[in-house]
């Protein structure tokens, strides 16, 4: 089944105008940032989703169909903010803070202000504005759906700047995440400074006997 704007009606009906959805991309990567996105739909949208026809969670749609998705977004949406955390303040904070981060940077990177948001699992601390966390939000929401897709792209955008940056890493096919090819390219290279080097993954597949004593 695909989003709704049933949440955002719903606001809107108590008298919220101005509702951004928030997600974010690559909380579980072993490499590169986590990003957030926060976009607002105008009421126009909220009243006639069928303008964004085809916006479904990031992970249901290919890259092709993400891509289609994000022009189109961006078309209609009344505002879009993107936050962005690096791998080195992941380390430092721990993920869920530094996705929090991320998706209060994306909030605060808005052209527009807002009175109410739709987040994905999570809430933000210290932000007072009405807040409601849907778990499995970007597959009910339309806000959050948007805001995954936005996300989703503008890190895979980063992912193919990395793949030149550190080459023999794949980081343009595998975005990050631990699949057999990035196994074997850290075996063979070791982390690089793009790497969460506190995701035990990384640590175990580079330090062994690091984890051995642990």
């Avoid at 704007?5 to 579980?28: F, K, M, N, P, V």
């Avoid at 990003?35 to 249901?60: H, I, N």
């Avoid at 196994?183 to 690091?210: D, I, S």
């Amino acid at each position: 089944m695909a989003p709704t704007t049933q949440y955002e009606y719903e606001l809107c009906r108590a008298g919220y105008r101005s509702i951004a959805g928030i997600d974010e991309a690559g909380r579980g990567c072993w490499a590169g940032p986590v990003v957030a996105a926060a976009v607002v739909l105008p009421l126009a949208v909220v009243t006639q989703p069928m303008c964004l026809a085809g916006v479904d969670d990031s992970k249901r749609l290919s890259a092709h169909q993400r891509e289609t998705m994000y022009t189109q977004i961006h078309a209609v949406a009344t505002g879009i903010g993107l936050g962005v955390v690096p791998a080195y303040l992941i380390d430092t904070m721990g993920i869920v803070p530094a996705t929090r981060l991320a998706m209060t940077i994306a909030l605060l990177s808005l052209p527009c202000q807002v009175d109410a948001l739709l987040i994905d699992a999570l809430a933000l601390i210290g932000i007072s504005l009405l807040q409601r966390s849907l778990i499995k939000g970007d597959a009910s929401c339309l806000s959050i759906a948007a805001a995954s897709i936005v996300a989703k792209v503008s890190r895979d955008h980063l992912l193919y700047t990395a793949d030149s940056a550190y080459p023999g890493y794949g980081f343009a096919l595998h975005k990050g995440y631990g699949t057999a090819a990035h196994q074997r390219a850290l075996r063979m290279l070791g982390p690089c400074a793009f790497h969460r080097w506190t995701f035990r993954p990384v640590t175990t597949l580079c330090y062994p006997e690091v984890d051995a004593q642990e």
